[in-house]
């Protein structure tokens, strides 16, 4: 009869469709590394020389962190914890910038004998765990200016760390937690304020300030023309006037700093790739060869791949970080526009149904941090995609549970099974 209990309560309260995703995106990833190494004469997956043979590894390791998390770690225990592993892994943050060797321009990684660990992979768990604990406080109101820099800090604090770091690409994930901060009722015209933002840093680098300045004056006018035919209050006239006299100071001040930091605080590389990104410079053979070739993999896919360890630009490692960073490009050369669509769809789902997990979850901590799961897989599937179609700037970054690397695959881990345990937990008792 208690056994009975047990398997009723497994099947009833973890959400299995989560794990099952998991589980297939994981081993998915797996083979594609293993494509990605292989030579003209393939050695075994489990080799443990080649890539392939330790990511086995890091997924034993990675089933060994879910089944912890899932069925033995008390939920309970994150929200002890949140506010002093924070703290740590912010302290981590900043010394493996004075302790870590510089690797392709960045200094991120803790490098412990053969193992390497990357501080930036755990902070957006820790950042995920504190931002849902303050955020479900009884008091706490995102229109309350004071609450709404308090969280706005605890995004930007490890944000900025990771920026000093070099890890441009791990700092931009940060910018999701916006959304969450949307669902909890932030104005949405901050997102606005987000787009328009990044509209005027593109036309400063890409055209000209001028160029910049004249959109910006426009978006003000239109801001309070919007408003001119309306009635309402000389109060509320006041505040429209107020509103655009400071969102047109925010914008030359953004549009001045956009300039001082295109071409003073980017490094080389970074520049070149933003350059090549929007079109100011073609370098095929430089900053351009990696995205370049990349895409001749990918097309050369066509619609059902050359199949499974059939790829040439795969094969000969024509596209550099193909286990990692470009790892997409070994799914569209070898499995095609519907292996590849397959795969988008694959992570389509497990956000949809993290959301959709979160929507009906009781506890507003459990919802706040679906929410921060959600936005990083998202943010991270969005900027690895696009960075391996051309669509945005190479500043390295993996794809969520399928590229190479234990810090990704095992922070990825923890971050999605603190959500399922945490869902689990409410359902044991609601």
């Given at each position: 009869m208690e056994e009975g209990v047990l398997d009723r309560g497994l099947r009833n309260t973890v959400d299995w469709r989560l794990i099952v995703l998991y589980l297939v995106i994981t081993l998915f990833g797996w083979v594609n590394i293993y494509a990605a190494v292989q030579s003209a004469e393939p050695s075994s997956i489990f080799d443990l020389s080649c890539n392939c043979g330790k990511q086995a590894i890091w997924i034993l390791g990675a089933l060994v962190i879910a089944a912890l998390t899932l069925f033995v770690i008390n939920p309970y225990f994150w929200d002890t914890v949140c506010k002093p592993a924070y703290g740590i892994i912010l302290v981590l943050l900043v010394m493996v910038i004075f302790m870590s060797n510089n690797v392709k321009g960045s200094h991120s990684w803790f490098e412990l004998g053969p193992v390497k660990f990357q501080p930036a992979e755990v902070s957006k768990i820790t950042t995920s765990l504190l931002l849902a604990w303050l955020m479900s406080r009884p008091n706490f109101r995102i229109s309350n200016w004071r609450h709404a820099l308090l969280a706005a800090a605890v995004v930007l604090v490890p944000m900025l760390v990771i920026i000093a770091e070099s890890e441009t690409g791990s700092a931009l994930v940060y910018a999701g937690f916006i959304f969450v901060m949307y669902r909890e009722g932030l104005s949405g015209w901050w997102l606005v304020m987000l787009g328009v933002a990044i509209l005027l840093f593109v036309l400063t680098i890409r055209v000209g300030w001028w160029l910049a300045l004249i959109l910006l004056v426009i978006l003000c006018v239109s801001y309070v023309l919007l408003y001119a035919g309306k009635s309402i209050s000389l109060r509320h006239r006041r505040f429209i006037i107020r509103n655009a006299i400071l969102g047109?100071?925010?914008?030359?001040?953004?549009?001045?700093?956009?300039?001082?930091?295109?071409?003073?605080?980017?490094?080389?590389?970074?520049?070149?790739?933003?350059?090549?990104?929007?079109?100011?410079?073609?370098?095929?053979?430089?900053?351009?060869?990696?995205?370049?070739?990349?895409?001749?993999?990918?097309?050369?896919?066509?619609?059902?791949?050359?199949?499974?360890?059939?790829?040439?630009?795969?094969?000969?490692?024509?596209?550099?970080?193909?286990?990692?960073?470009?790892?997409?490009?070994?799914?569209?050369?070898?499995?095609?526009?519907?292996?590849?669509?397959?795969?988008?769809?694959?992570?389509?789902?497990?956000?949809?149904?993290?959301?959709?997990?979160?929507?009906?979850?009781?506890?507003?901590?459990?919802?706040?941090?679906?929410?921060?799961?959600?936005?990083?897989?998202?943010?991270h599937l969005a900027i690895n995609i696009g960075m391996t179609l051309g669509l945005m700037p190479v500043i390295g970054i993996p794809l969520p549970l399928f590229s190479y690397g234990g810090s990704s695959l095992w922070a990825f881990t923890l971050l999605l099974f603190i959500f399922i345990a945490l869902e689990r937990q409410e359902k044991k008792y609601f």
């Open positions: 047109f100071a925010a914008g030359v001040t953004l549009i001045l700093a956009a300039d001082i930091f295109f071409n003073r605080v980017l490094k080389d590389y970074q520049r070149e790739r933003i350059e090549v990104l929007l079109g100011m410079k073609e370098d095929l053979r430089g900053v351009g060869y990696n995205v370049h070739q990349s895409l001749i993999a990918i097309g050369s896919g066509g619609l059902l791949g050359k199949g499974y360890l059939q790829g040439t630009q795969t094969t000969f490692g024509f596209v550099p970080e193909q286990s990692t960073d470009f790892i997409f490009c070994t799914v569209g050369e070898e499995w095609g526009f519907v292996g590849s669509l397959l795969l988008i769809v694959m992570y389509g789902l497990l956000i949809f149904w993290i959301i959709q997990d979160s929507e009906r979850a009781r506890n507003a901590s459990t919802r706040i941090y679906g929410y921060c799961v959600a936005s990083c897989f998202f943010m």
